[in-house]
DNA sequence: AATGAATGAGGCTTCATTCAT
DNA sequence: AATGAATGAAGCCTCATTCAT
């Protein structure tokens, strides 16, 4: 039996294709692969945190600023498909060096959300005994498959339009808190 | 020609070598490399659907549900290196055909969780306002990421005694819910 | 005007193809093409070097010391034309790095040709004001210039018989020597 | 697409940069790189052969005008080190049809050589026996090695004034001749 | 059933050459 | 005449897959 039909994913020469250019073309401009695609996440991490601290700087509660961010993520990978391409399953296709340097370009965007939780926990609007590091995985976790879901659907709804349920659900949880709560404390 | 030295192949000659057997080998019981991928993936989410139907059927409410499944789906991946390296990491490098079948495999998996988020609201314990797909979302994400992290961390923490603390979290979510709604309640 | 017709020296796929293979098997014997290349010299001159260690053994003078070793050397390029063509064509085509290498290489080489000059010197065979460099430089010069001449030359004449003559006038030089100092000397 | 780096070739792009101008100028007054490569050859080997006949011709004996030739050869190649690199060095990474060119090109210098020796086998100052091409490759080959030599060794050392020193091991051989014929002389 | 040497398609990258400015 | 960004053929190399043993 002969090879089924060879590889899938000629990654240069798509990307290249992508960008209109010849495959040799995209050696003007970066070094290897590693380069494009780490160049392409720093940017678009890059700016998403940049205007990221500008819109949650003019926000005042925790929760309007985790609103704002995932708004704007959703929005900024939904209006560029093939960004979110690149972000959601060309960068996943990629060595374990490279998912180190990954690791260092997220950390802005980490950093923001653990700001955010911070500043809720400290305005009393979040729970005191809330992990960062797990909080924080809840919000990116839950923002990267939701935006991986939009990506393999084939981008066949709005993205952005989901933001305000996402917060939603990551503010309240998934308890009907009030009366369940309201009854255990009529319980107490 | 004059041997010198060996040769090394990345996936399958490592698969291989991890099953004690010769590359040639695998192809008697697999297709191919997507074959082998997604039929581990298959039998591992297979048996965790299995073994978390099982112990969901032994817990009374959605909460417990939950709790049983996500430190299953821990203990089961923080117990095989190898195991989580393939799900968090290889198959992730697949082009979007397979990406389709996997989304397929999981379906059980997400269906569990979906009748678990169902059961919290009709026993008034979820929010009835919960969107089904984003809770899911929230969840399998959550949980995800948290492998994820623990994978690329090199596994120097134990993953399934997180369980707990990411339960917690996707219940209550991120708001101090008892006193901010007790004090909403009371300035109604 | 498109581009002449492409490349003219597919160096892997011309060495894969003269041994029968296909490009990758190459790959698992040599760990690339450097490799290749510099393991093939290592080889070549190592055997030559090998096998003249002991035909100069069995040799009472200088000068058949090198008439052997010469004999030895055009004989082995003279019967492999392959081989030839790889160190006097395809091994210069290389970068700095690998030239160094194959400097390495070629010292058992340069050294026997010293140690030749060195014994004639002691013998009172070869002139004591020889520059060592210098006369090593001509032997293996004359040498590499009469097998690069054969294998542009498209091999028509037997290199190995070239032997006796180039030995010859490497010992003689140009001077008709007798003839020539007896005149100096009858002058003096 | 954004630019973020430069690009570097390296043949064409360092010969234009070396000259001055942009890559695609060089192909104003060039074909292609063969084209550079072997008008760079021609010129060279022209001027010195031009010289040469100049010097030649101021020159009584073979002997001195081989002197003559050799010294003026690498102080034209140890004056000017990228000419020497290209020629001995960039000039061999050519396919074997140029390599057949670089031979017509260097025919002339060929013969001039060839000349000299005539000419000494004429005034009986060269042995009458001598296998005139042997002798050339010999003259040739021992120039060629002593240049390439000094190109690789990073030009450590003045090359012209290595040509006495040649010249004499050419003319006189290995052969500590005199006392040696004499003797065989005396023994006769 | 098992092996593993051999294969060759296709990936990344370089660089001689072109052409719109 | 000159430029240099863009091109794309072809180089090196990897690795999923095959097949003779």
Do not use: C
Request: hydrophobic share 40%.
């Amino acid at each position: 039996m002969m090879a089924e039909s060879g590889y899938h994913h000629a990654q240069i020469s798509r990307i290249a294709r992508a960008a209109g250019v010849a495959d040799g073309t995209v050696y003007l401009y970066f070094k290897n692969k590693e380069d494009i695609l780490v160049s392409l996440l720093r940017q678009t991490i890059g700016q998403i945190v940049e205007k990221g601290r500008e819109q949650v700087r003019s926000q005042e509660t925790a929760e309007d600023k985790l609103r704002s961010l995932v708004s704007l993520y959703f929005r900024e990978l939904g209006s560029d498909w093939k960004l979110a391409m690149v972000t959601q399953v060309h960068l996943r296709q990629v060595d374990a060096n490279i998912r180190r340097e990954i690791g260092n370009i997220m950390k802005p965007f980490y950093n923001a959300l653990d700001d955010i939780v911070q500043q809720g926990v400290e305005e009393k609007l979040f729970r005191p005994s809330v992990n960062y590091r797990i909080a924080r995985r809840m919000i990116f976790g839950t923002m990267d498959e939701t935006v991986t879901a939009w990506v393999l659907s084939g981008q066949k709804y709005d993205l952005a339009s989901l933001a305000e349920d996402v917060v939603d659900v990551l503010l309240h949880g998934l308890y009907d808190y009030p009366s369940h709560d309201l009854e255990r404390s009529a319980q107490a």
